[in-house]
């Protein structure tokens, strides 16, 4: 016995390097070195009462991905090598997942939308090595559901079995930071809603917590907005290029029943050269040329927000959209506002001279209007990091502010107080890289080279300049892909699986030793989740040659 | 009259720049813009005596990509601003395609093997504005077929209408260069059968006519070649991550059924570890660490090729290779040698000190021996541009060399009088720009940065820095992807339309080619590849694929 105890220990010490199936890395974990094969009849038993319908969906979709993932390990061999240690290894029958005592019981949906901060996703997960019940234990469904995704994780397939190398586990697990999210631009080019529940399912998989929609911009307006729809009927890209009311209701209850909120941005006042389509009137400098005098990029067109008909109609556009939203947060966003367009547009200048504001002045009025629509909804505001650095408005203490210029900015945000999302582009845009796509410029290379590589994500520093009074103000991260070199033929390649980087930045934050993430220790567990992304249908990319995949180290620098 | 006429004549002049439907760009073409749609019935006549199955199939799939297309034209509105055209259209109702006169009848399949400069893929191709029949002439069945792929972009969908709104259509057309290729790495990544005929069928579309298959590597053998089938048995990334005999002869026939010859690589006598897992005798620092002292990758190996077994071997696999692949052309690689390896190596320098040759004399009675096999098979070896600029190896006249390390060096290889095939990573590497893939190295960007835009390989001078007698040495060019980082997921937006920038510039030839003019028919070819199930990407937001010029760096 004694030899045996000191090689489990000896197994549990060697873990990180044992254990390369689970991302994120929960943030406490102990793991052994013992077979266990599931049974034939295994199943899942939510002892909540009464289990809410999305638990129970939760469940059914978990035991799915256990039969049907048929992963195999990757290492020489692809799991011929386990086969006789799983062929004598204990069975597992069962999951029982259960509340904390005296937890409410509520839906996953009704946990993923409540305010950042007061969400629970915190479990416990045990594993026994014997075959006796597995465990799952939280405070709310939505514990249970992130617990239920690191299990789906756990187990390979070889020849007809579905095993674990490495049991006993004991997990307790919750997330570092409460804002985990991807953003998705569906303006520049528009995806289908099968798109969008597909990038939601492989969000999911990875503890990603919200799901950031900037769901319009100059380009395109494809949300059909019910008391607006002339401005999908003629910003829309076609008839068919749309997200009606039930499409967002759909992925909004797609999204919150795999624990992921949705933040619907509309941004404002910039990026509004679309709704021109259906309102001249309210857009300054629509599509002036040259385009680069007026606009980051084509076509320029603004919201003549001195207009006190533009700020009533924004008000009354977000908020009639917002309302239709669980989210407890809306974007108004408010980054690249472009001056000269107003400065040329004579309705803006002949409104500041009767009113006698300076523009800032005008912005900040527009913005007190727009937000207190919102607010007046109960929803936080979101914008971008221009409105608390560049501009002179004023913003509720409570509004969350996204930097994505740089990374050296966030350290200006939180010196103003305000809480942030870390989404600099200098690590986290995922469309950085692939060449310039202006036309007739043959020697345009990508504004934000080089190409974020995962590595690149992965050893970002969210607490970096921070002080430690600012460092509560960071809520999370997120990696963002706009769209204008991308569409449905490319969005799984450019996001997977690079975009698991962040969420386990944000969840784990620190290795489980307290160490910093490590990118050598986290390769064979991203090239594990990706081979799972691809399992499950999503064209996640290789990040290396198989060679070096079932291979750990081999092909790392100085191996 | 005269007014109407002067508006004809406008629109043909400003017509040659707003022929957004045709990739590569004709070398001779006009255009007029009167509508015409297809009539129900139309047909493709094959006026061939005797003509050849694969003719016909693509006769049959040209007809079906017409019906089926169903692409919608690239402007504001899409499809209906041309309804009231549409309607007063008049019908085409046939194409009738015929070889000239005294030309020989063969299948596309054999004229697409043809040694490269003896291939002729010229024709002629005329659509009446009247309604009257359509002709496709040609010299071969590759013209015709050449001039079918061509005929088959010219028509746009709408409302059930199948119509161009630029006939009259006048085209005579040749390409500039005989070679105008694409390379996939197999090795690094595998990559199903399936995913090799989508990608021959998308390279048929621009007029690609060479599928360079750069079938192995140190990482991976996944190729059965008959005779040595332990080296795929041992090296494939797993037993069903290989290329069977049959598949390897499927896809040449349906590589050359397309007017595509597939020329096989198999890199010698470096980035060969693999072969040491059936043959560890075979191979120099196999799978030795640090990787990076014996080779530019992981995993290093080389074949040693001081040993008369390896040359034998060699050149007895070669032997076998050019059996399974009929085309003239075979690669014998020769990138990337690590001369460490060698320096390291007891058995290479056991060998050399008995022998009192050099390493680079050993490697020239390698290569002589190898390149004699391919001979012996009737085939012209190619090598990449070390095999002449960094060693000092024998080679024979009609060798062709790829140059990938930079463009720059084209010129020395010329110097030398070799035939080339641009191939230079600084224009037309596919793979660049995403990132290092090393691992524990989290700082590292792609060794070949930026990524290369479509723009950058399009506005490439295959004659650089050439006299005009070395620029007759230029066979033309291709792009190339090797696959650290693709695998079935990214094959097709990492390669489309990227690739067929190049397909273009050596089609048409640098005088033809503009940046600015190129962009709407290049959305053009990537939406219509997206019609017809390749991954191709978007280029920009639709909103500029819609409006041609709108989005230009000064507009």
């Not at chain 1, 204990?90 to 904390?100: A, G, I, N, P, R």
């Amino acid at each position: 016995m004694v030899a045996l105890a000191s090689l489990l220990a000896l197994a549990v010490t060697l873990f990180p390097a044992g254990v390369q199936c689970l991302w994120p890395q929960p943030s406490s974990i102990a793991s052994g070195a013992t077979a266990l094969k599931l049974s034939p009849g295994f199943y899942i038993q939510p002892d909540v009462s009464p289990p809410p319908a999305d638990l129970l969906a939760a469940v059914a979709q978990t035991e799915l991905y256990l039969r049907t993932d048929n992963m195999q390990r990757l290492v020489l061999g692809r799991g011929a090598y386990d086969i006789s240690s799983v062929q004598s290894a204990k069975t597992l029958s069962s999951l029982v997942l259960s509340l904390e005592s005296g937890a409410t019981v509520e839906s996953i949906s009704t946990e993923a939308v409540k305010a950042l901060g007061s969400r629970s996703e915190g479990y416990t997960l045990t594993v026994p090595a014997n075959g006796s019940a597995a465990t799952l234990k939280a405070n709310s469904t939505l514990g249970l559901y992130r617990g239920l995704t690191t299990f789906s994780q756990m187990w390979y397939e070889y020849d007809g079995q579905i095993y674990t190398i490495s049991a006993p586990y004991d997990i307790a697990d919750s997330p570092a930071y409460p804002y985990r999210g991807f953003m998705l631009d569906t303006a520049r080019n528009y995806f289908p809603v099968t798109d969008i529940y597909r990038t939601l399912d492989a969000m999911s998989w990875v503890k990603i917590n919200t799901f950031h929609w900037h769901i319009t911009d100059s380009q395109s307006w494809p949300l059909i907005v019910s008391q607006y729809p002339e401005l999908a009927q003629y910003g829309a890209y076609s008839s068919a290029d749309v997200y009606t009311p039930t499409d967002i209701q759909n992925i909004v209850s797609y999204a919150a029943a795999r624990g992921i909120d949705v933040l619907l941005e509309i941004d404002t006042p910039g990026h509004t050269a679309s709704i021109a389509d259906a309102h001249p009137e309210y857009v300054a400098c629509n599509q002036a040329t040259p385009w680069s005098t007026f606009a980051n990029e084509p076509p320029a067109g603004q919201l003549r927000f001195t207009d006190p008909a533009v700020r009533n109609f924004t008000a009354s556009l977000l908020s009639s959209v917002a309302k239709t939203l669980p989210s407890s947060m809306f974007s108004t966003g408010g980054d690249e506002l472009n001056i000269n367009c107003y400065t040329y547009d004579n309705q803006t200048q002949a409104e500041l001279n009767s009113t006698g504001l300076t523009l800032e002045e005008s912005l900040s009025v527009f913005t007190q209007t727009t937000h207190g629509a919102l607010i007046a909804e109960g929803k936080t505001p979101v914008v971008w990091e221009e409105m608390v650095l560049d501009h002179n408005v004023t913003l509720a203490n409570d509004t969350i502010v996204m930097v994505w210029i740089s990374s050296a900015d966030a350290a200006s945000v939180a010196d103003k107080g305000f809480r942030l999302v870390q989404a600099p582009s200098d690590y986290f845009y995922l469309d950085c890289g692939g060449g310039g796509w202006v036309g007739d410029y043959p020697a345009g290379d990508s504004w934000c080279d080089p190409f974020k590589t995962w590595q690149r994500a992965y050893t970002y520093d969210p607490l970096a300049n921070l002080t430690a009074t600012q460092i509560p103000l960071v809520l999370g991260g997120e990696q963002l892909l706009w769209t204008e070199q991308s569409s449905p033929t490319n969005l799984d390649p450019i996001v997977w699986p690079r975009a698991a980087a962040s969420a386990e930045v944000f969840w784990t934050a620190t290795s489980p030793g307290g160490g910093a993430l490590n990118v050598t220790e986290a390769l064979p567990r991203l090239h594990d989740i990706r081979f799972r992304m691809v399992q499950r249908g999503v064209n996640a990319i290789v990040l290396q040659p198989l060679w070096c995949a079932l291979r750990p180290d081999a092909c790392d620098l100085n191996a | 009259m005269v007014p109407t006429l002067a508006f004809a004549c406008a629109a043909v002049l400003a017509s040659f720049s707003s022929v957004d439907a045709l990739w590569p760009l004709p070398t001779g073409l006009s255009v007029g813009s009167t509508a015409l749609r297809l009539s129900q019935s139309f047909d493709i006549t094959v006026d061939v005596q005797g003509a050849p199955d694969d003719l016909n199939a693509a006769v049959n799939r040209t007809k079906s990509q017409l019906w089926n297309d169903k692409l919608e034209r690239l402007v504001v509105g899409r499809g209906s601003v041309d309804a009231d055209a549409i309607s007063n259209a008049a019908e085409l109702t046939s194409l009738t395609i015929s070889l000239a006169d005294g030309a020989t009848v063969r299948s596309i399949s054999e004229e697409a093997i043809d040694a490269l400069e003896s291939r002729d893929d010229s024709y002629t191709l005329s659509i009446p504005e009247t309604g009257s029949g359509a002709v496709l002439k040609a010299n071969s069945t590759l013209g015709l077929f050449r001039g079918l792929t061509t005929f088959s972009q010219l028509f746009y969908y709408y409302n059930d209408n199948v119509y161009t709104i630029e006939a009259p259509i006048d085209i005579t057309d040749k390409p500039a260069y005989p070679y105008r290729g694409l390379m996939l790495d197999t090795s690094r990544n595998y990559f199903p059968v399936e995913d090799l005929e989508r990608t021959l069928d998308a390279m048929s579309w621009v007029k690609i006519n060479n599928f360079h298959w750069h079938v192995v590597d140190s990482q991976s053998f996944p190729l059965q070649i008959p005779g040595f089938t332990d080296l795929a048995e041992k090296g494939a990334y797993s037993s069903s991550m290989v290329y069977t005999p049959d598949d390897v002869s499927h896809l040449v026939s349906y590589a050359a059924e397309r007017g595509i010859d597939v020329i096989v690589e198999m890199d010698t006598p470096g980035h060969t570890a693999i072969v040491s897992e059936a043959h560890p005798e075979y191979v120099a620092c196999a799978g030795s660490a640090p990787w990076a002292s014996s080779a530019n990758e992981p995993p290093a190996g080389q074949l040693r090729f001081t040993e008369p077994a390896v040359v034998n071997f060699t050149a007895d696999v070669f032997t076998a290779l050019s059996k399974m692949f009929p085309s003239k052309l075979l690669s014998t690689g020769g990138d990337e040698l690590n001369i460490n390896c060698y320096d390291q190596d007891e058995v290479t320098q056991g060998t050399l000190n008995k022998t009192g040759k050099t390493l680079e004399q050993a490697l020239d009675s390698f290569t002589q021996a190898t390149h004699s096999a391919l001979a012996q098979a009737g085939k012209t070896p190619i090598v990449w541009e070390e095999m002449v600029l960094d060693h000092n190896v024998t080679l024979s006249n009609e060798t062709v060399i790829m140059v990938w390390i930079s463009s720059d060096n084209v010129a020395a290889v010329a110097k030398k009088g070799f035939k080339i095939v641009h191939s230079a990573s600084d224009y037309f590497y596919l793979d660049c720009g995403g990132g290092g893939w090393v691992g524990s190295s989290p700082s590292t960007n792609s060794w070949c940065d930026p990524f290369k835009t479509w723009q950058k390989s399009y506005t490439f001078d295959p004659t650089a820095n050439l006299t005009a007698e070395e620029s007759q040495l230029i066979l033309g060019g291709q792009h190339l992807l090797w696959t650290e980082q693709s695998g079935p997921e990214n094959l097709d937006p990492t390669v489309w339309p990227r690739a067929a920038s190049s397909a273009e510039l050596f089609w048409s030839g640098p005088a033809l080619t503009n940046v600015s003019s190129a962009l709407p028919r290049l959305h053009d070819v990537a939406y219509r590849m997206r019609q017809r199930g390749v991954k191709a990407i978007s280029l920009q937001p639709l909103w500029c694929a819609l409006r041609p010029g709108a989005c230009d760096v000064s507009a």
